[in-house]
């Protein structure tokens, strides 16, 4: 079966860096498009970053623009999300998905992606 198995969070000072990364199984991972997710406590999911089957395209909330990238290994199965300049904002568990159909605004929305991972958390103080 699949599974997406995320790795790399942690405790953080306020203008840190971490890097997370996700590896799947189970699927042919070039065949996926991959998004990273982030829910703090009380809030909804929500979008951080997404990138397309073969890399060519990179999509980003307007909140991590420019503090985070998104990349990927196909030779690895492995999805990465670089986070630079954190704030404490930016505190939450972090989940990577996959998905074999999505373009557009879809890369946007959590309810378009099918496999989830089981997260990360990131906690970042001030």
């Known amino acids: 079966q699949v599974q997406l198995v995320e790795s790399g969070g942690g405790l953080v000072q306020a203008g840190g860096s971490l890097r997370l990364s996700c590896v799947a199984s189970?699927?042919?991972?070039?065949?996926?498009?991959m998004g990273w997710f982030r829910q703090a406590p009380g809030k909804e999911r929500e979008f951080v970053a997404a990138?397309?089957?073969?890399?060519?395209?990179?999509y980003y909330a307007d909140s991590v623009k420019g503090r985070g990238t998104i990349s990927r290994d196909n030779a690895k199965s492995t999805v990465y999300l670089q986070m630079n300049s954190l704030k404490p904002e930016d505190t939450a568990v972090y989940y990577c998905?996959?998905?074999?159909?999505?373009?557009?605004?879809?890369?946007?929305?959590?309810?378009?992606?099918?496999?989830w991972g089981q997260g990360t958390q990131v906690t970042v103080s001030s």
């Open positions: 189970g699927l042919t991972f070039s065949s996926y498009a």
């Open positions: 990138i397309s089957r073969i890399g060519g395209s990179t």
């Open positions: 998905a996959s998905d074999a159909f999505l373009s557009g605004s879809y890369y946007y929305r959590a309810d378009r992606y099918d496999y």
